[in-house]
């Protein structure tokens, strides 16, 4: 028996904040492998050993872990995670004076300093507010520990010249975190009240507005689509019956079979009251058909608050090349209005047309 509850959030597939880590990431990695790439032009043709051996790995590394994450054979944060991690230790291995570095008078910090700013900015851009106050914190701490053993335990230790470097290296660095953390707090509000504007309170499900704002997006990239738009049967007796609490319940067990039966790239909305929609890739005709009995089945069984199962009515209809996307909406909508036609519980696809117009026909 379902129990009321509360509800995750709908994983919305068109996320703005995975879509910006995504490109930040992508424009991260390119970056820092030209950067690898462009020290050793600079350098050639005599390298420093630690430069020799570090930044092809380290190019190597970014390459790979932007390409499994293209591909989907790595998930972003990990990748990102990795990637950070390897770029955090190449430069804490700068702060430390090595043999033919070439870094200057020992009195002075490596040019490695002026990439720690980056090192903090790409934690915060990358990672929620507190991992990247927990990444930046731990770099920051390292930092200071290498520059503290040569201020103390170096070869140019007690060197004033060395103390105001370090000074204003870790000055700079806690006052970029400090403004990182600062617009991450604020970025992490106004993100969350986008999500609020995107999302029905009730059911978790992407709003209306985050409806169209999917089927805009999907036109303007001419993409195609299949549209799903279902409404439960004699949803008012249910609030009549047994009282709207309840009723609220049985659109939160709709959302969740909803949500779950989901497959890759779909996008389940509550449309309006008792009204669904669900935002699907191009299915063939019997995996649409697998995915629909599954959702009708699993609504019959429910029994939420002494409502032993319900029953829904379903209208689909498939995108054709530059057809509005409203237009879309309207034929699914009319063929769901068939379906209630002939005595509700059912699935009415309407034809695949022109854009100038289609009929409904019977699921056969």
Known sequence: MTQPGSHPADPLAWDYTARTQRRMFGQLAWVGTLACLGTLAFQWPTPTPRDLIALPLLAALLLGL???????????????RAALLGLTLYFLVG??????????????????????????????????PREALRWSAVTYLLALAVCLYRLFWGPEARSVDLAASIMQFQIVGLIMI?????????????????????????????????????LAELAHAGRPFTLVVFDLDHFKAVNDTHGHAVGD????????????????GGVATRWGGEEFLLILPPLEPGALRTLLDALRARLAREHVGGVRGVTASFGVAVSAPGEPPERVVSRADAAMYAAKARGRDGVQHAERSAVGGSTAGQDP
């Open 178 to 214: 400090l403004m990182q953390a600062t617009f991450g707090a604020q970025r992490g509000q106004l993100l969350a009240a986008r999500q609020a504007a995107r999302q029905d309170p009730l059911t978790g499900l992407a709003n209306r507005r985050a409806g169209e704002e999917r």
């Open 95 to 128: 702060l430390w004076p090595w043999p033919g570095s070439g870094g200057g008078h020992l009195s002075l910090l490596s040019e490695s300093t002026y990439w720690f700013p980056v090192l903090y900015a790409g934690a915060f851009l990358l990672f929620a």
């Open 249 to 264: 319940w049985v659109l939160q067990m709709t959302a969740r079979l909803s949500r779950e039966l989901l497959p890759p």
């Open 66 to 80: 932007l390409f499994g994450v293209r591909r989907g054979w790595l998930r972003l944060i990990p990748a990102a």
